[in-house]
Each structure stands twice: as C-alpha cells, then as structure tokens.
C-alpha cells in the first residue's frame, strides 16, 4: 500500500471479486475488478491490519496487507 492505493496484479483477465475484511471478520468493502490488475483506493480505511479475500474463475485466495 502506498498513498493510500493499493495496487493489484492478477494471473488472469478473468472478473474478480475482492473482499477486504478487518480482523474482526467484518466486511468493509467489496471490489468488483475486471482485467489483470487493479488500483484500490483504501486512503478511508483506518490503519491496521487487514485480509484481502480475492474470488477468481472459481477460486478463493486469502491475502494480508497492512494499511498505515
């Protein structure tokens, strides 16, 4: 994450559906993204740490990031 983006880089063009979730398991926002990559605006989010659910052609990958 750098001033407040988040950019994101993806094996396929195929849509993704990505979840970014505080570790409470609280939803705070969802992404639809379409193509092999992606900037996320996360600049609202309050610092901490956070899981990045992504949703891709069938398959579910968990990834962590950290926004300061």
């Given amino acids: 994450v750098q001033n407040g983006q988040l950019n994101l880089q993806?094996?396929?063009a195929a849509p993704a559906t990505v979840?970014?979730?505080d570790l409470a398991g609280g939803v705070q926002r969802i992404y639809n993204i379409q193509g092999q990559s992606?900037?996320?605006d996360?600049?609202?989010f309050a610092a901490g740490?956070?899981?990045l659910q992504i949703s891709?052609?069938?398959k579910?990958?968990?990834?962590q990031v950290v926004i300061q």
């Fill in 19 to 21: 979840s970014v979730i």
């Fill in 42 to 44: 996360v600049s609202g």
């Fill in 10 to 12: 993806f094996d396929a």
């Fill in 60 to 63: 579910t990958t968990a990834q």
């Fill in 56 to 58: 891709q052609a069938g």
């Fill in 49 to 51: 740490t956070y899981l």
């Fill in 38 to 40: 992606a900037t996320l």
